[in-house]
């Protein structure tokens, strides 16, 4: 059974920085995609950045240059490196996994999900 546990989310000022991480077991980093998709309230799941099975990564454009995605496969484990942050940031984020090498970007694509962690970001 795969599971993925996020941590690391929190309350920051806006220019504060905080770093996600998101455990997976049952589930192979990597062999895999990996993303991490944020939702805010009343508003869509987008997603933030990918890691595909070979590392290559993709960034949204509203976070590129702030926020870093990276996985030690060693640990089957996720990042996001997140600085900078801005109010408009605040959001829950996921961690979802597929079970394809090359990523996707539509969140409905993905097989497994987190349970989420808030970020919030106060000006």
């Known amino acids: 059974q795969v599971q993925l546990v996020e941590s690391g989310g929190g309350s920051v000022q806006a220019g504060g920085s905080l770093r996600l991480s998101c455990v997976a077991s049952?589930?192979?980093?990597?062999?895999?995609?990996l993303g991490w998709f944020r939702q805010a309230p009343g508003k869509e799941r987008e997603r933030v950045a990918t890691?595909?099975?070979?590392?290559?990564?993709s960034t949204a454009n509203s976070v590129k240059g702030r926020f870093t995605i990276s996985k030690d496969n060693a640990k089957n484990t996720l990042y996001l490196q997140m600085n900078n942050l801005k109010p408009e940031d605040t959001a829950m984020y996921y961690c979802?996994?597929?079970?394809?090498?090359?990523?996707?970007?539509?969140?409905?694509?993905?097989?497994?999900w987190g349970q989420g962690t808030q970020v919030t970001v106060s000006s």
């Open positions: 890691i595909n099975a070979y590392g290559d990564t």
């Open positions: 049952g589930y192979t980093t990597s062999r895999n995609c």
């Open positions: 979802a996994a597929g079970l394809w090498a090359a990523c996707r970007s539509s969140w409905y694509e993905y097989n497994y």
